[in-house]
T-cell receptor
Framework: GQQVMQIPQYQHVQEGEDFTTYCNSS?????IQWYKQRPGGHPVFLIQ?????EVKKQKRLTFQFGEAKKNSSLHITATQTTDVGTYFC????????????FGAGTTVTVRA | DAGITQSPRHKVTETGTPVTLRCHQT?????MYWYRQDPGHGLRLIHY???????DKGEVSDGYSVSRSKTEDFLLTLESATSSQTSVYFC???????????????FGQGTRLTVV
């Protein structure tokens, strides 16, 4: 099965509100990556987190890697219609970091 | 966008027929991946390659085989297509693995396969 679990599966957000999506693993991860897929498109890389407790920001997006390297979160502030899409986390296991496995994704819709 | 071309982009095939999807890259990246995307399941890894003639199975490899005889091409074959293999197939490449620079994946545009 998939290595990482994402919640929630769907997120309906009012424009201007904040939301968070989570990625959890039962095993320690080598790193975590986040991708965004616009409707009808292909996944596009956003960011990679490697260090325990790492936090990175991209404008209104804040990415965090847990202290135990078993979970990660993506927080979006002041949601805009351009944030619509599906957000995936992806991870490599420490035992086999050739292999890149994705979570099921969080699909975000925005109410104007 | 990275130089990744998937072909065909759309295909309709009959149950029981073999189907081959092609992924071609011009980036000279060593690592290549095949995923399928289905509603509610996200992207599931079918097979991956870590070099010419070096491939391994992902989470959903049953009914699929792959070949990589050249750096630039990674072929996915459905040996005898079934309706459960109706999906969107994505190829991805990465320059490196692990945690280093270049470990991110770049995706092709996808192939929509329908098995009737």
């Amino acid at each position: 099965g998939q290595q990482v679990m994402q919640i929630p599966q769907y997120q309906h957000v009012q424009e201007g509100e904040d939301f968070t999506t989570y990625c959890n693993s039962s095993t320690t991860l080598s790193n975590i990556q986040w991708y965004k897929q616009r409707p009808g498109g292909h996944p596009v890389f956003l960011i990679q987190l490697v260090k325990s407790g790492e936090v990175k920001k991209q404008k209104r997006l804040t990415f965090q890697f847990g202290e135990a390297k078993k979970n990660s979160s993506l927080h979006i502030t002041a949601t805009q219609t351009t944030d619509v899409g599906t957000y995936f986390c992806a991870a490599r296991e420490r035992s086999n970091d050739y292999k890149l496995s994705f979570g099921a994704g969080t699909t975000v819709t925005v109410r104007a | 966008d990275a130089g990744i071309t998937q072909s065909p982009r759309h295909k309709v095939t009959e149950t029981g027929t073999p189907v081959t999807l092609r992924c071609h890259q011009t980036e000279n990246h060593r690592y290549m991946y095949w995923y399928r995307q289905d509603p509610g399941h996200g992207l599931r890894l079918i097979h991956y390659s870590y070099g010419v003639k070096d491939t391994d199975k992902g989470e959903v490899s049953d009914g699929y085989s792959v070949s990589r005889s050249k750096t630039e091409d990674f072929l996915l074959t459905l040996e005898s297509a079934t309706s459960s293999q109706t999906s969107v197939y994505f190829c991805a490449i990465s320059e490196s693995y692990g945690t280093g620079f270049g470990a991110e994946a770049f995706f092709g545009q996808g192939t929509r396969l329908t098995v009737v």
